[in-house]
């Protein structure tokens, strides 16, 4: 008995130096460990899967929303008038610069919500929808930037193509609802370009 004590205040460090090898893991690391637990069948595969799910659901749409502000917010007008001008390719202005800029910040969040459709996760593809739009717009009516400035309509375009994918994809009568409520009551200056059929 004395023995199984000594095992069990021996493993106690062991304990602490896993958890600081869990937490110093890097994304790809950590995603190496995930793959290889849930390679096979098993409770532990079951268990990292229902909690993949459940990390996957804690939308919070407010979040994400000015998630989306930020990041459009933090585009720097230097980095549009670096991408106009003269090149190889031809001549590309300031306007198709922003367009590029805009775009490439927002694949991501286009791709997030198509990963929702694709898990069958049609609630939280709809709330994501919702929230990536709110954000947008946001970014087109209480951004300060100087970058703001040379984007006129790019946001709109954005929330338009979002919403077209979403709509492409299939969706029930009650997201569509949803989707047309929080347009007409959030985002009401696009409620009349979004919401037309």
Known sequence: MIRARANIYELAPYKFLMDDV??????EQARAVVMRLTAKPSAIRDAVLVEAR?????IDLDKIAEEVFFVLD?????????LAGRSRDGYTSPEEAAVELIEEELQRFFDQTKRYHE??????ETTYCMAVILGIYRYEYESKSEFREWSTDI???????MLTAWRERGQDSASAAAMAELIRERCPNWSQYLLRT
């Not at 459940?54 to 804690?58: A, G």
């Open 22 to 27: 869990i937490k110093k893991l890097t994304p």
């Open 54 to 58: 459940h990390v996957l659901s804690e």
């Open 74 to 82: 933090s585009i720097d007008v230097q980095d549009c008038w670096d």
């Open 119 to 124: 898990l069958g996760m049609f609630e939280e």
């Open 155 to 161: 946001p709109i375009e954005c929330a338009g193509a």
